[in-house]
Nanobody, 116 residues
Framework: QVQLVESGGGLVQAGGSLNLSCAASGSIFRFNAMGWYRQAPGKQRELVVTITSGGYRNYADSVKGRFTISRDNAKNTVYLQMNSLKPEDTDVYYC??????????WGQGTQVTVSS
């Protein structure tokens, strides 16, 4: 089992910035991927960005150039710096951890609200 603790999020005006973090603990494989997804009410959860333990990043087109993901492997923690936020970025953001055995784990979600 892997436990994820998310922090950050909140309310910000359009054009502002927020930072999310997600700390993983438990049965963490050396090779893994962590990342962020987001979901609006009534919609499917969608990829925001992921990063592997080797540092490979995969961004959704909608956030490229505005969001930056980083990770501290020693702390099993991933960070998401969100700049130039837009109202359409308003969603619940979920942290995901995927081990090399294919098992995936989700955080509880954190609300990000961008006002216009």
């Amino acid at each position: 089992q892997v436990q994820l603790v998310e922090s950050g999020g909140g309310l910000v005006q359009a054009g502002g910035s927020l930072n999310l973090s997600c700390a993983a603990s438990g049965s963490i494989f050396r090779f893994n991927a962590m990342g962020w997804y987001r979901q609006a009410p009534g919609k499917q959860r969608e990829l925001v960005v992921t990063i592997t333990s080797g540092g490979y990043r995969n961004y959704a087109d909608s956030v490229k150039g505005r969001f930056t993901i980083s990770r501290d492997n020693a702390k099993n923690t991933v960070y998401l710096q969100m700049n130039s936020l837009k109202p359409e970025d308003t969603d619940v953001y979920y942290c995901k951890h995927a081990n090399a055995d294919g098992r995936a784990y989700w955080g509880q979600g954190t609300q990000v609200t961008v006002s216009s």
